[in-house]
């Protein structure tokens, strides 16, 4: 049996890619980690710890039957906190090597030696995890099949639970705050607009890896890690994505005992509650369910805020190689609708940043999800797997805003506007990949085939807002432009009633071939059909397009030594004259071919040891196709050039030293048009909302394994608000921090101050005269427990 066990022990550097900590560094065994591990099994407990740990745990299943462990939270040496984890349970250990632990003892052979032949079954539980602190190692989303990061050829930023908990992170514009290259635009206080290489979206949303495209703000009480996938990603993701795309990974069942409850009271009147709850029914079946509700004012005079959700899951292995996973939504969001303030000569209205412009009771804006979602995973073996997802989601989305025009010449009024919008959308979408690997003689390929078939169904309704006497306009002091005149809303002439059906087909394959021990290709290709249909219900008119989509990928990647890789790559993604939102198609633009995205990247990522990463990436992305009025027949539309963007991005995350994590990175952008467009937005302006520079990097340290500190600081250069460049934000540098307090191993107290010194900026803006006044200082308190 001591054969066995020492084959076992061999065996378990291969699985889930072998140690996340390799013997570079600290030693694993003494390397101090933050530990999360709730009282639970004991199985379940060692595998949560070596997956969080980067150890091997060799041990008897049959012989900790039934055992039970308290668990481990707080700041340890991987050595100490399995000690703890084994306090009390009868069970001891030793290390055999710096990543490898081998568990002796319990159940009724408990005075056996070790190595004894009263070992007859052998389980290793390996590190397998793509994410461990900060860092993240591997990727399922950025090549549809588990790759190292550091064999993708692209740029890709990871934002782990970890650091998502540590900044007390809620939504997406907490999140990208700390990814360079990725900005967040007002959205019209209404939805998640990130701007992603100079180019603003509300369509570039996934989760886990199926289009999330409504226009919502998400919340994060659910998310395990949020993937920024940089330039054109049409061969993974289809059409769209032209500046990037953001993919959120859920929180799902996964045999790992869960449970936790989060509550959190700040500023502004914000309290908040989550839980997380998980467990193993048996070796075949597995729930979790998360939930979240939050009850908010804010920094902005009149605001209210309000949004629940529930995500139960349950995981199943009816036989050996199938999971299948099955998931439900429900979320609701309902909050003011605020578009900020109005600019004047060229600068943010001089105002305080609270001042409410327009009326904040008649800007209601709601949303509301229902999404159903099923994962079959089956592993044949020999490295041939076949996934398949479906994805089925009703969405609400109703918005009502109140808001600000330019002022008057001499600075003394300012108009107000109104509007509403009502849309449903209903999509269903199945994604199915075979992955095998082969060789060639020599070479090695990773291959993946697959497909895509998706149905979305989207209404949509808007009217004007009308003031007392018929005008659309209301002339209110600029010193005081919160008003609360009556409003009657009703459609005007341009005012939209549709209905729209848009309906895809796709295959890709892809091969990530193995060249030598040091050069790889990745090479995909991905063919979609889509077909959109709108029907216009005021007119009955009926508008369709189809476009045959080719969108191509290439990769080089090159790595001198194990640790380092250089790279280069080419991709294109196409964006229909559908549009993002599926309501665009006209009589002028039906035929017209989509825009189109393209990136050229050369990059290098370098794991400075298996703690610390670094990335940098050189890129160019220009975006053509761009249809504008024709100069020579305001009736007709041409294609012109779009845009260009050039920039640098510089990506950190991991851990200097073991009690010292980081995250952050730097971009320089230069972004700007290459055509005329219109009267104001004309060949060689520079990109609204792009800043030359931004700059963020977040700190934590554990000082004891009680308390820990962190500390961020966010830098951005000035910014255009439009392509206009009539009206500058100024850049600022604003200072965040934390303090961390583990009061026992069931018990974790957090303080988050942003804003620290309490600096006045203008966080981003929809336009020249919709501009969001940045936060004052605000601070959260948590406390999770853990039970």
């Known amino acids: 049996m001591a054969t066995a066990l020492a084959a076992g022990v061999l065996a378990a550097g291969t699985l889930g890619g072998g140690p996340a900590f390799s013997q570079q560094g600290p030693a694993t065994a003494e390397r101090r980690i933050a530990f999360d591990i709730p009282a639970q099994d004991l199985a379940a407990a060692l595998r949560a710890y070596a997956g969080k740990a980067g150890i091997q745990v060799v041990y008897d299943p049959s012989r900790l039957a039934g055992a039970g462990s308290g668990g481990v939270q707080g700041t340890f040496t991987a050595r100490d906190a399995l000690a703890r984890l084994l306090a009390g349970t009868g069970v001891s250990f030793r290390f055999t090597g710096p990543a490898t632990a081998v568990i002796e003892g319990g159940g009724p052979a408990a005075a056996a030696p070790a190595g004894s032949e009263l070992l007859p079954v052998v389980t290793v539980e390996g590190a397998g995890r793509p994410v461990d602190g900060y860092i993240a190692s591997r990727t399922t989303t950025a090549t549809r099949t588990d790759t190292p990061l550091i064999d993708v050829p692209q740029s890709v930023t990871v934002v782990s639970q970890e650091l998502i908990r540590d900044q007390a992170m809620q939504s997406m514009e907490d999140a990208v705050r700390y990814i360079p290259g990725v900005g967040m635009a007002q959205g019209e206080g209404n939805r998640d607009t990130p701007i992603l290489r100079g180019n603003a979206s509300t369509a570039d949303f996934f989760v886990d890896g199926i289009r999330d495209d409504v226009q919502y703000f998400r919340d994060f009480y659910n998310i395990d890690r949020l993937e920024a996938l940089k330039g054109p990603n049409a061969m993974i993701f289809g059409r769209g994505g032209g500046g990037g795309v953001l993919n959120r990974v859920t929180r799902q069942a996964d045999w ?25 029914i048996n070796d075949d079946v597995a729930f979790r369910v998360t939930a979240m509700y939050e009850n908010t004012e804010g920094y902005r005079d009149f605001y209210e805020q309000e949004r629940y959700a529930v995500n139960p899951t349950v995981a199943l292995r009816p036989t050996d190689g199938l999971t299948i996973t099955l998931g439900y939504e429900h979320f609701r969001d309902e909050r003011t609708a605020d578009r900020g303030i109005t600019s004047f000569r ?60 330019a002022p008057n010449a001499a600075g003394t009024t300012v108009g107000i506007s109104a509007y509403n919008n009502m849309s449903t959308r209903e999509n269903l979408f199945n994604q199915t990949d075979l992955n095998f690997k082969f060789e060639t003689g020599s070479i090695s390929h990773d291959f993946l085939v697959g497909g895509e078939l998706g149905r979305q169904e989207t209404t949509n309704f808007r009217e004007t807002g009308f003031f007392p006497g018929g005008g659309t306009t209301l002339t209110v002091p600029l010193s005081n432009p919160t008003t609360f005149v009556p409003i009657r809303f009703a459609q005007n002439a341009s005012d939209v009633d549709n209905r729209s059906v848009a309906n895809v087909a796709a295959l890709y394959v892809q091969d990530q071939i193995g060249l030598t021990s ?54 294109v ?215």
């Open 256 to 280: 790992t005992r869960t449970r936790e409850v989060t509550v959190q009271a700040g500023s502004f009147e914000n309290m908040r509650t989550t839980f997380d709850i998980g467990d193993v």
């Open 346 to 405: 060229g600068r943010p209205v001089d105002t305080d940043p609270s001042t409410f412009f327009g009326n904040p009771d008649l800007s209601p804006t709601w949303a509301e999800v229902n999404a159903f979602n099923a994962l079959i995973d089956y592993d044949f073996g020999g490295g041939v797997t076949l996934r398949n997802r479906t994805r089925y989601a009703v969405y609400d989305k109703f918005y009502q805003n109140v808001f600000a025009g």
């Open 518 to 571: 040091q050069v790889q290709l990745v090479l995909g290709l991905r063919y979609d059909r889509f077909e959109a249909d709108v029907h216009n219900n005021r007119n009955g008119a009926d508008f369709s397009g189809a476009d045959d989509l080719l969108s191509p990928r290439a990769g080089l990647v090159y790595k001198p030594v194990e640790d380092l890789s250089l790279y280069a790559s080419y991709s």
């Open 573 to 787: 993604s196409y964006l229909p004259r559908a549009g993002e939102q599926l309501a665009s198609l006209n009589a002028s633009n039906s035929a017209l071919d989509p825009e189109e995205y393209k990136n050229y990247e050369v990059g290098a990522k370098w794991d400075v040891n298996p703690n610390l990463s670094l990335t940098a990436a050189i890129y160019q992305l220009d975006r053509t196709n761009v249809a504008i009025t024709d100069p020579a027949d305001p009736t007709k539309l041409i294609l012109v050039d779009g845009q260009r963007t050039k920039g640098f991005e510089l990506g950190v995350s991991g851990y200097v030293l073991p009690d010292w994590s980081i995250m952050g990175g730097y971009a320089y952008q230069d972004g700007e048009l290459t055509s005329n467009q219109s009267a104001s937005a004309r060949d060689g302006a520079v990109l609204g909302q792009l800043p030359k520079h931004s700059i963020s990097l977040w700190n934590k340290y554990d000082i004891t394994p009680e308390w820990g500190v962190g500390l961020g600081v966010i830098h951005r250069s000035s910014m255009f608000t439009s392509t206009s460049n009539t009206v500058e934000l100024p850049g600022y540098t604003r200072v965040d921090a934390a303090l961390y307090w583990t009061l026992n191993e069931n018990l974790r107290a957090q303080l988050n101050v942003e804003n620290v010194f309490d600096t006045e900026y203008y966080a981003n803006a929809h336009s020249d005269t919709n501009i969001m006044p940045g936060s004052p200082r605000s601070a959260l308190v948590g406390l999770t427990a853990r039970f």
